[in-house]
């Protein structure tokens, strides 16, 4: 659902590749989403996941991982936005992960 102020957003992919008649190998992936737009201020949340299986020969040793985002994008004008956001990604096999992303966008 996207409206004027309210966005609930869901997606889900599933990679499904046979190798020479072999092995089938699936990957599994998804987000969800929930923003509310105040004036000129939108913030949001968002959890993601994928589970890549690490024998995948065509992706990689991927493996799963999956986590929280939160942030807020602010459009100070009709053709420029602002958004702030920390991530935090739990990762198979490897240390859990924090992050903070600051990205300044312009549209013609």
């Known amino acids: 659902y996207q409206g004027a102020d309210l966005e609930l957003l869901s997606e889900f992919a ?11 190998y699936r990957s599994p992936a998804g987000y ?3 923003s509310r737009r105040f004036g ?11 589970d890549v299986d690490p024998s995948t ?3 990689g040793a991927t493996g799963r991982s999956h986590g929280p985002s939160a942030g807020v994008r ?4 009709a053709f420029t936005a602002v958004k702030v956001q920390y991530d935090r990604r739990v990762r ?3 240390e ?3 992050g903070l992303t600051v990205q300044l966008a312009f549209t013609f």
């Open 14 to 24: 599933l990679l499904q590749h046979r190798v020479d008649g072999g092995a089938t």
């Open 32 to 34: 969800a989403h929930v």
């Open 40 to 50: 000129q201020v939108r913030p949001y949340a968002r959890y993601e996941f994928i």
């Open 57 to 59: 020969p065509l992706i």
């Open 74 to 77: 602010i459009d100070p004008g």
């Open 92 to 94: 198979q096999g490897l």
């Open 96 to 98: 859990t992960t924090n």
